[in-house]
C-alpha cells in the first residue's frame, strides 16, 4: 500500500486521517482510528514525523493518537525525537505548556 501514495504525499495522508478521527463523522472516524493502527511502516513513517507540536497539540490528548505515536515511535527521525519523546512523557497539559505556551 505504501508505493502506492507518492512520498510527498504520506505524511500528509497520515495527517488527515488524525484530523478525521476525532470528527463527528459516524463512519469516517472509526474508519479513520482503524487506519491510524494498520499503517504499513512507510506511511507510519511519515506520518508520525509529519506530526508537529501544534498537531499534538490539537489532538494529543486522544489516546488513540498517542496510541499512534508511540506504536510508530521506532520511525521517528532525529529532528522530530524530542518532541516525540514529550508527547509520550509529558501529560498533556505539560506538553501544550512547553510546546503552546500561548494555549496553556
Known amino acids: 500500500m505504501t508505493r502506492t501514495f507518492p512520498k510527498s504525499l504520506r505524511g500528509k495522508l497520515v495527517l488527515a486521517l488524525t484530523a478525521q478521527s476525532t470528527s463527528n463523522s459516524f ?15 512507510g506511511l507510519a513513517a511519515a506520518g508520525v514525523n509529519a506530526i508537529t507540536a501544534r498537531i499534538l497539540r490539537w489532538y494529543g490528548d486522544k489516546q488513540w493518537v498517542r496510541d499512534f505515536v508511540k506504536s510508530s515511535r521506532q520511525h521517528v527521525s532525529a529532528e522530530s525525537s524530542e518532541r516525540i519523546d514529550d508527547c509520550l512523557a509529558l501529560s498533556y497539559g505539560k506538553f501544550v505548556e512547553k510546546y503552546a505556551p500561548d494555549y496553556a
Open 27 to 41: 463512519d469516517g472516524t472509526p474508519a479513520a482510528k482503524a487506519a491510524l493502527r494498520k499503517l504499513p511502516d
